[in-house]
């Protein structure tokens, strides 16, 4: 069976400082993997998305970047967090092909101080 | 363009149905999901419908589809203290093989002993 995982689960950040965030994906080759934001509880924002290695599209301008490094690795950084940055960070992927439904990791807590 | 609408809450006593609503805009998305979100926690995809059903029953849940409408209803039956969360509807979007789907703000449901 396919399993999703995040880490950390919480992070604590001073402003300024860089961000590295990890998503990993087992049981599943050649996955759909996405990057997400919400904000206070609500809804979601897509942040990043990508159908493979080193294939990155971005969604909204921002000061984060995404990379895939390996098939089932996705990486979400900051070189400076700014404040704006605090949120809960979602880690999905999806199988190619039709429906193409997303599942989500567990998500890491981010604070900016 | 893309758009998923939801009302923010909803309140019902535990033993009653509830309902939550969702209308989209694309006449094109194929598939309409219904994710779940508890405190602190990921998206678990609860069901999903195929654009030319009209309804899907999953035990205690029931799916209703009017595509003419586009609208998208999730009925939960005998509703449950364990049921509140919030709940997402999702479209799926006319965007080749990247699975990208648009979410709605998410419906809070408070279930009152």
């Known amino acids: 069976s396919q399993t999703i995982h995040q880490w950390p689960a919480t992070l604590v950040q001073p402003v300024g400082s860089p961000l590295s965030l990890e998503c990993t994906v087992e049981?599943?080759?050649?996955?759909?993997l996405y990057w997400y934001r919400q904000a206070a509880g609500r809804g979601l924002q897509l942040l990043f998305y990508?159908?493979?290695?080193?294939?990155i599209s971005s969604e909204v301008p921002q000061n984060l970047s995404a990379s895939r490094p390996q098939d089932r690795q996705f990486i979400l950084s900051s070189k400076k967090l700014l404040l704006s940055d605090s949120g809960f960070y979602l880690c999905?992927?999806?199988?190619?092909?039709?429906?193409?439904?997303?599942?989500f990791g567990p998500g890491t807590r981010l604070l900016v101080l | 363009g893309e758009d998923v609408e939801q009302s923010l809450f909803l309140s019902v006593r535990e033993g009653d149905s509830s309902v939550i609503n969702c209308t989209y805009t694309d006449s094109s998305s194929t598939y309409l999901y219904w994710y779940k979100q508890e405190p602190g926690a990921g998206l678990q995809l609860l069901t999903y419908i195929f654009s030319n059903m009209d309804m899907k029953q999953d035990q205690r849940l029931t799916v209703l589809l009017n595509k003419k409408d586009k609208h998208l209803s999730l009925r939960i039956a005998d509703t449950q203290t364990g049921d509140s969360a919030i709940y997402f509807c999702?479209?799926?979007?006319?965007?080749?093989?990247?699975?990208?789907?648009?979410f709605g703000q998410g419906t809070t449901l408070q279930v009152k002993p």
């Open positions: 999702a479209e799926s979007t006319s965007s080749g093989n990247t699975g990208k789907l648009i």
């Open positions: 049981g599943t080759s050649n996955p759909n």
């Open positions: 999905a992927w999806s199988v190619k092909g039709s429906p193409e439904t997303q599942y």
């Open positions: 990508s159908v493979g290695i080193g294939q």
